[in-house]
Every structure is written in structure tokens, then in C-alpha cells.
């Protein structure tokens, strides 16, 4: 399938509103594909995706529908397409560039974490209070002051804020972080931020997966 060909069904797809726990999945699906390209398969089907990934294929199918893309019968997916439809569907082939708030131990980790850019996001700097951290780098991305922000928007194309500070803070920082002008916030606390209804947030908590993970492992431990 040529690039043209993959655009045009990805324009054709995209205007559908696409339902969060499938865009959950999708990243899942290519890579699974990806692994597969590796070992130097062509195609895939949804019942070979759903085998390795325990995720039923009628479920695969219907979501890979989403992005407009055909399999051919008996043969399955050309996995080249399909890398290239999801990783454009996904975003991963557009640099989204990206503010960082709060330099402590979680915030340094993704500053180091230069995979981030593979999948479309890149950190282009980073805010903090602390004094031994102003005015340094991590993995060559600088740390100014968060008094510096207003400024550094003016400097910087940036849209995304990556929320890393203390709870006590969060609201705080997110409010300023909007009115300076950022549409996006990935928020890694556990305080659920409150925004305008224009405002896209993707909350990660790590500590809402690792109390799920604690509480199923007692689970099966009780009942084995």
C-alpha cells in the first residue's frame, strides 16, 4: 500500500470518534505487529493477534476497523500498512513537543526516557522551584524556574504539560500551565485535576495500577 493510499484512508477513518478503550488497545496491536515484522512475517490476522495477546478477534477486528483498514481473506493484514496506518492513527509519526513540571524522582525518569520521542512526544524542557535544579539539564533538556513559564511558551511550540509535582501542588500548577496556554496535560499524580471542558487530560497513576495489582494478587492468593 502506498503512503498516499494509507493517508487517505487514515483522513477517511479519522473522522469517526474513536472509543477510549480501544485507543487503549491499539498500541497493543501494532506491537504485537511490529514483533512480528521482526521475525519477518508479511501478514497478520486478527485471530493470530488475539492468540498471542489473549484479546478476542472479533474485539481486534472491530477495533482495527476504526482506522479504515481492509485485510485481504485468508491472508490477513499487510503488516507494513498496518504499522504504518496505526502509527499515524496513533500519532507516533508526529513530534507533539512537551513542557515537564516537577523534576523529582518520576519527573527525572522521563526526562531520561529518550523513547518517549519514538512514540511522538518530545520534552523540550522542564520547571521546577528547586534551586539545585534550576538552571541545569537532564539529558540535555534545560530546567528554568516555573516562574519562567509564561516566558518559555513565548519561546517554545509547545502544547502538552507533563504534570510530575507534589499532590499539594497539582491543581495549582495545572491552573497555570492553562491560562499560559497548554491544551494538553498527561498528569502523572494521583489528585484528579480539574480543567475546562477544552482541555485534554490523560491521567496515569501509578499508584491506581499498583493498588490494583496488590488487590488482584491478594485475590488469587485467597483464592487460588
Not at 521475525?39 to 486478527?46: A, I, M
Not at 496506518?85 to 513540571?101: D, K, M, P, Y
Amino acid at each position: 500500500m502506498s503512503k498516499e493510499n494509507v493517508h487517505e484512508r487514515l483522513s477517511a477513518g479519522a473522522i469517526q470518534k474513536v472509543p477510549e478503550p480501544t485507543l487503549r488497545r491499539l498500541p497493543w496491536y501494532l506491537s504485537n505487529i511490529k514483533l512480528r515484522k521482526l521475525r519477518g512475517e508479511q501478514f497478520v490476522s486478527s485471530t493470530q493477534i488475539a492468540k498471542e495477546i489473549d484479546i478476542d478477534a472479533s474485539q481486534i477486528a472491530k477495533d482495527l476497523s476504526y482506522v479504515n483498514i481492509t485485510g485481504r481473506t485468508r491472508v490477513g493484514y499487510d503488516i507494513d500498512a498496518l504499522i504504518a496506518v496505526l502509527e499515524n492513527f496513533l500519532g507516533f509519526t508526529s513530534i507533539h513537543r512537551a513542557f515537564l513540571f516537577g523534576v523529582g524522582s518520576l519527573g527525572g525518569a522521563l526526562l531520561h526516557d529518550s523513547g518517549l520521542r519514538v512514540f511522538g512526544l518530545e520534552v523540550v524542557a522542564a520547571f521546577d522551584v528547586n534551586p539545585s535544579l534550576v538552571g541545569t539539564t537532564v539529558n540535555n533538556i534545560p530546567i528554568y524556574h516555573t516562574d519562567e513559564f509564561e516566558q518559555r511558551m513565548k519561546e517554545y511550540d509547545v502544547c502538552i504539560g507533563v504534570l510530575t509535582v507534589p499532590i499539594g501542588i497539582a491543581q495549582p500548577v495545572t491552573d497555570k500551565m492553562i491560562a499560559g496556554g497548554i491544551r494538553a496535560v498527561w498528569n502523572f499524580t494521583p489528585f484528579r485535576i480539574r480543567v475546562p471542558r477544552n482541555i485534554v487530560v490523560q491521567n496515569t497513576s501509578l499508584y491506581a495500577h499498583l493498588a490494583l495489582m496488590f488487590n488482584r494478587l491478594n485475590f488469587n492468593t485467597d483464592h487460588p
